[in-house]
C-alpha cells in the first residue's frame, strides 16, 4: 500500500449522503466552510455522487482549494446495498465491478484519482467471504494502477476484520464504522486499529447516541465551557482517537463542527464520556 503516497487524512470528513438535489451546494459550501476531506460513495441510492463533483468543480472553478488540497474518499458497494441505478454490470466479476465503480466515481469527482476507497461493507454480516476477497484484491490492483491512494473497509465486525487481515498482505489503512457509545463506541473495533495503526474513522457521532449528547454530563461541560454538546462529542471523539464525519447541512453546524477541532477536554471528562453508556 503506498501510503506515502497519501497526504494527511484531514482530522475532520464531511459526508455527503443523502442530500440528493442539494449534494453540489452543501459539498461547496462545506469546503468553503473549511472542510479538506470529502466523503462519499458510488452508491446513488444514498449519494449523489456526480453531485459532489459538481460542488468540487465550484470550489476549484472559485480558487477556493485545488484538488491536491482535498483528500476523497469514496466506496464500491455491492449489489445489495444498491437500487436499480448501478454503477457497473453486475453480471461482470466482482474484480470487473470494482474497476466500473471506480472508473464511474473519477468520472463524477472530475479527478484522475481518489485518495481513499473503502468497501462499503463486507458481503456476510458474520465473515469476511471469497466476494470479499476477490473485490479487496481489485481495490488492491486500483491502488497499484496510482486510481486510488489508500483502501479502507466500514461496516465491519472485529470477526470481518480478523479473517480479512489473516486473508490478505495488503491490510485496511482505515476503518469505517457506526459508533455507538452503548459499545463503548465501538471499543472493540476501535483497540483492533490502533494496535495497527489503522485510522479508525466513525460516523452517526452524534444521531445514534442521542442519550450521550443529552445526558447531563456533557450539557455541563458544554455550558461551561461555552461550546455546543455536539461539539462536546466531536472534541470527545478525537480525544479517544476517532477521526469524525459529520454530514451536517446547517453553514453554523458545519463552523462549530469544525472549532471543535480547537477544544480540548480534560481527561476525566474523556474517561467519563467514554463509559456512560457502554
Ligand atoms: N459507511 C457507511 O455505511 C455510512 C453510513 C452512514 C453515514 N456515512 C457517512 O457519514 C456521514 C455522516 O453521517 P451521520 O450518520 O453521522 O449523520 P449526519 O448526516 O452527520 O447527521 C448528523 C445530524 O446531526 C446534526 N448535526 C451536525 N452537526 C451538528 C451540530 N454541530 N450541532 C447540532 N446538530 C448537528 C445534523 O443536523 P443539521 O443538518 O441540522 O446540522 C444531522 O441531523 C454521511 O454523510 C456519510 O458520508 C457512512
Excluded at 111 to 138: M, Q, R
Excluded at 169 to 188: H, K, M, S
Aim: glycine content about 6%; charged content about 20%; some cysteine.
Amino acid at each position: 500500500m503506498p501510503t506515502e503516497q497519501v497526504g494527511p487524512v484531514p482530522l475532520f470528513l464531511y459526508g455527503t449522503a443523502w442530500k440528493e438535489d442539494r449534494t453540489a451546494a452543501l459539498t461547496e459550501r462545506a469546503v468553503r466552510a473549511g472542510f479538506r476531506g470529502i466523503d462519499t460513495a458510488n452508491q446513488r441510492r444514498h449519494y449523489f455522487e456526480a453531485g459532489v463533483g459538481e460542488g468540487l468543480a465550484a470550489a476549484y472553478r472559485a480558487g477556493i482549494v485545488t484538488r491536491d488540497e482535498l483528500f476523497l474518499q469514496t466506496k464500491f458497494t455491492y449489489q445489495r446495498g444498491q437500487d436499480h441505478r448501478l454503477p457497473y454490470d453486475p453480471a461482470s466479476s466482482f474484480a470487473e465491478q470494482v474497476a466500473q465503480s471506480l472508473a464511474s466515481s473519477l468520472e463524477h469527482l472530475g479527478t484522475d484519482h481518489i485518495d481513499s476507497f473503502v468497501l462499503h461493507g463486507p458481503a456476510s454480516n458474520y465473515d469476511w467471504t471469497d466476494a470479499d476477497a476477490e473485490v479487496w484484491e481489485a481495490m488492491v490492483e486500483e491502488c497499484n494502477a496510482g486510481r486510488a491512494r489508500v483502501l479502507g473497509v466500514s461496516n465491519v465486525s472485529l470477526r470481518h476484520l480478523e479473517q480479512m487481515t489473516a486473508a490478505h498482505t495488503v491490510p485496511p489503512f482505515l476503518v469505517q464504522n457506526r459508533c455507538y457509545a452503548r459499545l463503548g463506541w465501538d471499543r472493540e473495533i476501535r483497540a483492533f486499529c490502533h494496535q495497527r495503526h489503522i485510522v479508525y474513522q466513525g460516523f452517526s457521532l452524534l444521531t445514534a447516541n442521542v442519550e450521550v449528547v443529552q445526558h447531563p454530563l456533557v450539557m455541563e461541560l458544554a455550558k461551561r465551557m461555552g461550546v455546543s454538546p455536539a461539539q462536546i462529542i466531536f472534541a470527545f471523539a478525537r480525544a479517544i482517537g476517532i477521526l469524525p464525519l459529520t454530514g451536517t447541512s446547517s453553514e453554523t453546524h458545519m463552523k462549530q463542527d469544525l472549532a471543535s477541532l480547537e477544544l480540548s477536554l480534560p481527561q476525566e471528562a474523556v474517561d467519563a464520556i467514554e463509559s456512560l453508556a457502554g
